[in-house]
Every structure is written in structure tokens, then in C-alpha cells.
């Protein structure tokens, strides 16, 4: 059982009367404007599980997390209320020489409604605003415009096809349904191996209909259609009202000893890229 009750107030929204079309965009857009895409714990030392009811715990007390966990939480909530949800197995390619297929490294959702299947997903950081109906083709929110073809390395499954201007370059989900806790051993992996991007740099995303905030290491960055601003962050009080203030984050149970080792962690490695040319 998750907290529906809590998870919706979180969220800002009533519960829907009947799992409508209007009420599943309303509840993604929600979603990604207050729940941030985020891996603080990684770099706190506080490992995490990606059961439904312990990330929708996350979430009510003002946490968010990756895909595992938001996509997970947000499936589990359309399902409680009483949507057609279908968890997939997929792969995001960061850059265009990493191989395209459902390598099992994101979870992917849709739902089927009034006869349709919608690709669902919360869990891509600078990703979807809203969702997108599962049909070949392209779509334009905010500053960046994707596109949904039949995927090429999975027979039966989809591609997603992300901006230029976006994190990563794509992703493809197989069509087969799968169990969240089929995710256990990659989440493993990608939380604690020296090789993950997770483990290597801290980052947060929020998503809202006219652009995102991306934070990764001391770099903000604010991407709109106009263009992108960039400003390094250059003090623990600074950062730390941009985890809370951009990215809606309470790091209340955060110490001051554990935020002091943490901000010394993150702006020297911030400097040790900036020594390396910021590659």
C-alpha cells in the first residue's frame, strides 16, 4: 500500500474522480514541477531502496530521486487510481556512441486510456513536461522538441529521441511488462559503482512548462527557449537555497556536519574539473 492521500497533497492535487485524461496530465505536470529529479543520497552515504511505498515516502516528506523511484512512485500512484499503468524495461543512451537498446538502466512507463498508450515518465530529468501518445512522430514542450519512433534494437518496443539541447541523447523501452523490483540489482549498480554517472556527479532537475533547472555539481543552469543561463555556485549557503528554493528539496534531516562534508566533496571536485578543462 502507498499514502495516495499524502502523495496527491504533495503533488498539489485533488484526487480525480474518475482517471480521466485531463487528470493523468495534470498529475504528470505536478510531478515533475515539484518532485526533482535528484541523487543527494548517493553522495550522503544514504543508500535507498525503489519500492513504491518507500519512494512515495520520499516523496511526501520532500525528497524525489531517479527514475526507479519516480517513475515507480508515479506508477504505483496512477494505479491506485485506477489507471491502466505498464512498467517497462528501457535504456538512456547519455551520449550517441552509448548503444541504443532497453538496457535495463531506466524504468519506462505507459498507460492506456480511452483506447490509446501514452508514454508516461517522470523519471528523465530535463525529459517530458507532459505526457505523449505512443505513436511515431514529433512534439515540442517547452524549449525542446523530442520524437517517438519504432525503436531499431528492440523489435516491438519504442524509441525516444531526446533535443540536442537536452542530458542524454535517447531511449528505448521493450515492449514486454516487467516488475519494479526486476530493477533491484541495476539500481545497485548504478548507487554505488565508481563508474556511475550517479556516484560521480551530483545532479538535480526540475522540469516546469517553460523549461528546466539543472543542477550538476556547483553549475545551475536554466534552459528556456530564449536560450540557457549559467552561473556557478560558489558557497555551502548559496548551493544548499538552491537545493531548497529551485528544487524544492528539504534536506531538514541533513546535520550540519553532513551538509559541511558534502559541500566540500562537491566543490572540489567542481574544482578539479574546472583544472581539467571542464570536459
Known amino acids: 500500500m502507498i499514502d495516495v492521500d499524502g502523495y496527491l497533497a504533495a503533488l498539489g ?18 510531478q515533475v514541477e515539484r518532485v526533482a529529479y535528484e541523487n543527494l543520497d548517493i553522495h550522503l552515504g544514504r543508500p535507498t531502496g ?39 524495461r528501457a535504456g538512456v543512451q547519455s551520449t550517441p556512441e552509448d548503444p541504443a537498446g532497453a538496457s535495463g538502466n531506466h524504468l519506462a512507463l505507459t498507460v492506456r486510456l480511452d483506447g490509446e498508450r501514452w508514454l508516461v515518465d517522470a523519471g528523465l530529468g530535463d525529459g517530458l513536461y507532459e505526457p505523449l501518445p505512443l505513436r511515431e512522430g514529433s512534439h515540442t514542450q517547452g524549449p525542446f522538441t523530442y520524437a517517438l519512433a519504432p525503436s531499431t534494437a528492440v523489435p516491438g518496443g519504442w524509441r525516444f529521441t ?4 537536452g542530458s ?20 545497485l549498480r548504478l548507487s554505488t559503482s565508481p563508474e556511475s554517472g550517479f556516484v560521480r556527479t551530483l545532479t538535480a532537475h526540475r522540469r516546469d512548462g517553460k523549461g528546466v ?12 527557449a530564449g536560450g540557457t543561463d549559467e552561473r556557478t555556485v560558489d558557497s555551502a549557503d548559496d548551493w544548499y537555497e538552491v537545493l531548497a528554493g529551485v528544487f524544492r528539496l528539504d534536506l531538514t534531516d541533513v546535520d550540519a556536519s553532513a551538509r559541511a562534508e558534502l559541500w566540500q566533496r562537491i566543490r572540489s571536485a567542481h574544482r578539479e574539473w574546472e583544472t581539467a578543462g571542464r570536459p
Request: net charge negative; hydrophobic share 45%; aromatic share 8%.
Open 13 to 30: 492535487v485533488a484526487r480525480p474522480a474518475a482517471p480521466t485524461a485531463e487528470a493523468l496530465w495534470a498529475l504528470h505536470r505536478a
Open 213 to 224: 533547472d539543472v543542477l550538476r555539481g556547483c553549475v545551475l543552469r536554466r534552459i528556456e
Open 50 to 88: 525503489i519500492g513504491a511505498a518507500e519512494s512515495v515516502a520520499r516523496i511526501v516528506r520532500g525528497r524525489g530521486g531517479y527514475c526507479f523511484h519516480l517513475n515507480g512512485a508515479l506508477g504505483a500512484l496512477l494505479t491506485a487510481l485506477g489507471y491502466d499503468v505498464t512498467l517497462h
Open 162 to 165: 531526446h533535443d540536442p539541447r
Open 168 to 187: 542524454f541523447t535517447g531511449m528505448d523501452f521493450a515492449p514486454e511488462p516487467v516488475e519494479l523490483s526486476s530493477f533491484a540489482a541495476e539500481h
